[in-house]
């Protein structure tokens, strides 16, 4: 047992015979450790003081980074390492914007602190949701890297919303579209240079709603990014300006 466990620890290569599935129960396990973390994190830095806080943002910013550094390193000794590795996922940009991010303090409602508000935690919020790695074995480093990255990915935004050092304004959505708009369109045309999927620009991720809109075909189902992205923002910025106008209708 222990040499299987062992062994499937450090499976590089997907495979349905051996991967945990989507919305198995151990991927609702994963979610529910996720939200509590995610969840206890934003309680203690709400009730930190400043400096604290400060070494809780360094801490998380250069956690996510070396696991993301770790798994670099675990696939190129493995020889695994290739264009398909490339951290040109939304999610994969994050870890390195979060970590620059984490070394100052950036205004609550500043364009960065706002990019990652609006794009790089509801893109990590997706990724747990529809992990596009549940082919590896559960009990693997893969899977483990998977899960860790994109929860510190949330965790890191959602601590500062939480004690308002990330402040959601509505105002600096049009520039992060913007943002959005630069790093998708040359990713667009790399994905298509290279047969690669970096952020499911080539096709849909498996079991995600970007799979509704599959019957538009290539690249037909990018449309589906429309409505997909109107409803999250929705979602991310209507509580807070019911709360900043509550006499408006």
């Not at 450090?10 to 349905?16: D, G, I, L, Q, Y």
């Not at 939304?90 to 990019?115: K, M, N, T, W």
């Not at 990652?116 to 509801?122: E, I, K, N």
């Not at 109107?230 to 900043?244: E, V």
Request: net charge neutral.
């Amino acid at each position: 047992m222990k040499a299987e466990l062992h062994s499937q620890f450090f499976v590089t290569a997907e495979s349905p015979e051996l991967g945990f599935g989507l919305f198995s129960p151990a991927h609702f396990i994963w979610l529910i450790i996720s939200a509590v973390v995610i969840a206890a994190a934003g309680i203690l830095y709400r009730k930190a003081a400043a400096p604290v806080r400060r070494r809780m943002r360094i801490t998380a910013g250069a956690t996510i980074l070396a696991v993301e550094l770790i798994k670099t390193a675990f696939l190129i000794y493995a020889g695994e390492y290739d264009i398909y590795r490339l951290p040109l996922h939304l999610c994969g940009l994050a870890v390195y914007l979060e970590f620059i991010h984490s070394l100052r303090d950036r205004p609550a409602d500043g364009v960065f602190s706002q990019f990652l508000y609006s794009c790089c935690m509801p893109g990590a919020v997706f990724a747990l949701i529809f992990p596009d790695w549940t082919g590896y074995p559960l009990f693997s480093f893969m899977t483990f890297a998977g899960f860790i990255l994109h929860m510190l990915a949330v965790l890191y935004v959602v601590m500062q919303l939480s004690g308002k050092d990330i402040v959601p304004a509505l105002r600096r959505l049009p520039a992060c579209m913007f943002i959005l708009l630069l790093i998708a369109v040359p990713v667009f045309f790399f994905d298509r240079l290279t047969d690669t999927n970096y952020m499911f620009l080539n096709w849909p991720s498996p079991g995600s709603p970007l799979e509704w809109f599959s019957f538009l075909g290539r690249p037909g189902y990018l449309l589906g990014y429309i409505p997909l992205m109107l409803a999250t923002w929705l979602i991310l910025y209507l509580p807070f300006i019911l709360r900043d106008n509550p006499g408006e209708k």
